[in-house]
């Protein structure tokens, strides 16, 4: 398994952008699909994003296509979520994961989590 890190959560505004990280160290990296899910209070974990092993290919929730954007950089072993016109219905604790093939969805087909970084959007 990868031990997985987030980071770049926090409090924005409606409108507004957030960056998430993810640093990435265990098992190689590169050969992994990556994912970003996240879970609001009293809801079940839900998927965000997800990215094939190069980083070419991305797919995402209708909930938030063409407004966040997943990426990667395999020199850094890190993934990115990068979140704009957020909305406070974005608000939840945002989850990177590894481990899925591309395409995947459900967060069965993830085997290694991250702690969780809050996002907070007021009104």
């Known amino acids: 398994q990868m031990q997985l890190v987030e980071s770049g959560g926090g409090l924005a505004q409606a409108g507004g952008s957030l960056r998430l990280s993810c640093a990435a160290s265990?098992?190689?990296?590169?050969?992994?699909?990556m994912g970003w899910f996240r879970q609001a209070p009293g809801k079940e974990r839900e998927f965000v994003a997800g990215?094939?092993?190069?980083?070419?290919?991305?797919y995402y929730a209708v909930s938030v296509k063409g407004r966040f954007t997943i990426s990667r950089d395999n020199a850094k072993n890190t993934i990115y979520l990068q979140m704009n016109t957020l909305k406070p219905e974005d608000t939840a604790v945002y989850y990177c994961?590894?481990?899925?093939?591309?395409?995947?969805?459900?967060?069965?087909?993830?085997?290694?989590w991250g702690q969780g970084t809050q996002v907070t959007v007021s009104s």
């Open positions: 994961a590894a481990g899925g093939t591309y395409g995947a969805t459900s967060s069965f087909d993830f085997d290694s």
């Open positions: 265990g098992r190689t990296f590169n050969d992994r699909a």
């Open positions: 990215i094939s092993r190069s980083g070419s290919f991305t």
